[in-house]
């Protein structure tokens, strides 16, 4: 009989495959509830933040509340946003407020279309297609109505609904500041509509957050951190354990060697026990299912490599193989790279594309996906005569730690 995969790493995390998010869910749930409240959160990707504001949403309307959650990042106009929070209302409290659909569209001035959900059989409602192109302004508008009708519905009905907007820093493709102005003039009216603006470009939303733009000292603010390296090292072993595997700490060397993001380390581990052959993780199991991992990406990360400047490219193959500075006589002499202008340059460019993250204390550089720096390391450090082994980690300094991925572990019997 197939062993069942304890993790999972797709779509919403709930249940007994989440874990050890208890101060933050408590707190979220409590800002969605409390009327006229904001809050802005914001972290790296891969963390399980959207995964614990769902979770929030889902607990409030499980307790007769209501709450949503609109997802604006794959918004082409700003028409799409209030698109998306029309059908998260009407999909998450629709159930509840059977005339949800039918009460908002009548708030709302334009041609309105009403199409069926296939998952929940609710009438969907969404501006006509046409709006999407009108003017900025008339569109700023129609945003406008979809949230004051929300407010006035709710006001209506004497309660309080709960708006998650996830990664809002993205409101500002539409305008600019001028967007975030705009957003910010209709929600600070609102008393019975709460705010969670959620994002996970760091240096944009803190840039939102300072003195002279819109949400400066108007938002509560919630830095979304990694999970506690030692809880959920325990919680993968015991996890793994309960699935019939005998991890021999195999959790530990997960999180050493992924680094702080929550989905790259349970990827990592529903991998090992994809892998499992035998009851019992072997030493060097871990490391062969992480080799596993980056080859199982080549083709992806392959092709964009191929999209990179050679200067791009050996600033990656100095930030996976070097533990000094990149503009260190040493490294340029070996990477060869060029003057410290040009590094900078690059490395701000790989940077603000999201290849790279600065390290904790703002002195380097780190890859965001450990497995893109597995693949550089194996398959690019070669090119230059570098051979080291997948499990290499250059940067002392990075949230990683650099460790054997057998490093406190016991021999499997």
Known sequence: MARQNPFRIHGTVEGEFFTNRKRELEQFTRILSEPAAKMVVYGRRRM???STLDNAVRSINRKGGHALIADISTASTVTDIGNRIL????RSIGKRWRELARELVGRLQGSIRLAPDPTTGFMLPSFDVGLRQESLETQRESLAQVLDGLEALAASKKTNVGLVLDEFQDIAKFGGEDAEW??????QRHKHVSYIFAGSEEHLIRAMLKSGRAFYKMLDQHHFGPIDKDHIASWIDQRMDSAGLTSNFAGAACVNLTGPRTRDIVQLARKCVDRAVDDSLANDDVAASYVELIEDQDDSIRNWWNTLTSLQQNVLRAVAGSSTGLTTADTRKKFSLESSGSI???AAALLNEGHLVRTDNGSGYVFDSPFVRGWVI?????????????THIASETAEYQAVATTKGRKSTP
């Open 48 to 50: 399980g933040k959207s």
């Open 87 to 90: 059908a998260g209302a009407t």
């Open 182 to 187: 705009h957003l910010r003039g209709i929600v």
């Open 344 to 346: 900078t340059n690059a």
């Open 378 to 390: 194996i398959h690019a450090l070669p090119d230059i005569g570098v051979e080291l082994p997948a």
